[in-house]
């Protein structure tokens, strides 16, 4: 089965580069994406107690995202039901109840609405306050990762993510107690549609040696051994599943020199490799960590760096939500360590962060032109190369240079957006899985 037509042919590499410009194509994302994927919401770290909060997106939709007095999770719209402003306006804190600041109804830590002002006068109490609820998100919890959904025929979260679970344990499952992130979240807006970030994060090690190579020159003491002919690089796989995309560069050891967190960061992951090993494997911990995305704007760089949330704010801007991951156990020099390190690399103006938003702001400028709208981009890295369930990753999975990621991603993507229902693309899957195992695939020129 192949997507074809509107968006290019996906199945053949071939992207339409209007999904990158289009604003109706960016308002159908907003619903049919956005609106029926599961989202990043919250890390337990960032809601340690009742009535703690955080205000995030869900698409351009703010909502907010609280501790309950069981120690539950819950999030709404945060839109008050009157006259639509804001419920909250602080970016995170603690509260027992949520007043709006226009006219003054408030809520409770669930979004229930519980008090208007001059209720008797001003609606001779004839406002049903149990109708006018703040819109409640569907949230799920994966070990201590909150993700919402305006979707009701979605499937739960372990089922979205599928063989991606594998991926996302090895740095989620990684230590006995867990991860937090440190309670300071960089936000910045770069001109580009969120997509480019989110697929790069997802398929792409092939910018690596070029793109980053003068940033990791200039933090290595031995500039010589950056591999800018990565084809003697070491093995590594690209896996790809549900939308979702992960890839590394095998390491021989943990015991690497580390340019993000410096060598009392390395020393410490080796004294404590035991505890990785047993967790998640050491097979996994030494395949599994560089770039990952869960489908459609949740990306990670590890093992101990930095996540991130797309946020999409029209077809040429994204906002990136960025905070730095530790161990939660980690001795406090270790996650300083850590922390400087995600600063100099992929905080706001890390090295490597630049260079990233460089290359796609680029192409959003390059694609203001009309000519440079009309011939579609090539995404045909690797194509037909895929294996299923080898070198002990499961799943669909390809050498570490090549875009099955990539595919994977725009075929979630365009079959969200064809409107088809969460049950038809599953049966979709399935088709492409039979049809994987049994057609030779060849590539198709343009
Ligand atoms: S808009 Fe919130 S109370 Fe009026
Ligand atoms: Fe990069």
């Known amino acids: 089965m192949t997507v074809t037509g509107e968006f290019g042919d ?57 501790r309950q007095g069981d120690g539950s999770v819950k999030a709404f719209l945060n839109q008050c039901r009157h006259r639509g402003m804001r419920i909250c306006r602080s970016d995170e804190g603690t509260n027992k109840t949520f007043t709006c600041s226009y006219h003054g109804w408030a809520y409770d830590l669930e979004g229930n609405l519980i008090n208007v002002p001059m209720e008797d006068r001003a609606y001779r109490k004839e406002i049903d306050k149990s109708r006018w ?8 919890e994966y070990k201590g990762f909150y993700f ?7 499937p739960e979260f372990t089922d979205y993510l599928g063989d991606m679970a594998f991926y996302f344990d090895a740095v989620v499952g990684r230590w006995d107690n867990g991860l937090e992130l440190v309670p300071m979240t960089s936000k910045w807006v770069i001109d580009c549609n969120w997509k480019f970030a989110s697929e790069q994060s997802a398929s792409d090690m092939y910018h690596v040696p070029f793109s980053h190579a003068s940033a990791r020159m200039a933090l290595t003491d031995k500039p010589e051994e950056w591999p800018m002919r990565w084809g003697d690089a070491p093995p590594g796989r690209q896996f790809s599943g549900n939308g979702h995309g992960s890839g590394s560069v095998w390491l021989p050891t943990l015991g690497i ?4 967190s410096g060598q009392d ?68 020099n270790i996650k300083a360590d850590i922390r400087r390190g995600v600063q100099r690399t992929f905080g706001p103006a890390g090295s490597f962060e630049t260079d990233d938003g460089e290359n796609w702001t680029e192409v959003q400028q390059v694609l ?5 709208r009309q011939s579609k981009l090539n995404a045909q890295m690797g194509l037909g ?8 990753l499961p799943g669909l999975s390809n050498d570490v240079f090549s875009e099955t990621a990539a595919r994977g991603f725009y075929r979630r993507w365009a079959d969200l957006m064809a409107g088809l229902s969460w049950a038809e693309i599953r049966d979709q899957d399935a088709a492409r899985e039979r049809q994987e195992t049994i057609l030779p695939k060849e590539v198709q020129e343009v």
Do not use: C
């Open 10 to 66: 996906i199945d053949n590499g071939h992207i339409d580069p209007k999904i990158y410009t289009d604003q109706a194509i960016y308002e159908r994302e907003l619903e049919q994406v956005f609106g029926r994927s599961w989202l990043f919401l919250a890390h337990d770290s960032q809601l340690p107690k009742r009535g703690s909060f955080v205000q995030t997106y869900m698409g351009e939709d703010p909502v907010l995202v609280v």
């Open 133 to 140: 609820g703040a819109v409640k998100v569907r949230v799920e």
């Open 148 to 154: 919402g959904t305006w979707s009701e025929d979605v």
């Open 257 to 260: 020199p580390d340019l993000v």
């Open 265 to 332: 960061y390395v020393d410490w992951l080796v004294s404590n490799q035991a505890e990785v090993f047993r967790n998640i494997g050491e097979e996994r911990a030494l395949k599994v960590y560089a770039h990952n995305t869960i489908f459609p704007n949740f990306s990670w760089l590890g093992p101990n760096a930095t996540m991130r949330v797309w946020h999409p704010r029209g077809p040429g801007q994204v906002e990136v939500w960025s905070w730095t991951y530790v161990p939660k156990d980690a001795p406090q």
């Open 368 to 372: 203001k032109g009309w000519k440079a």
């Open 385 to 392: 190369h895929e294996e299923r369930d080898v070198h002990g």
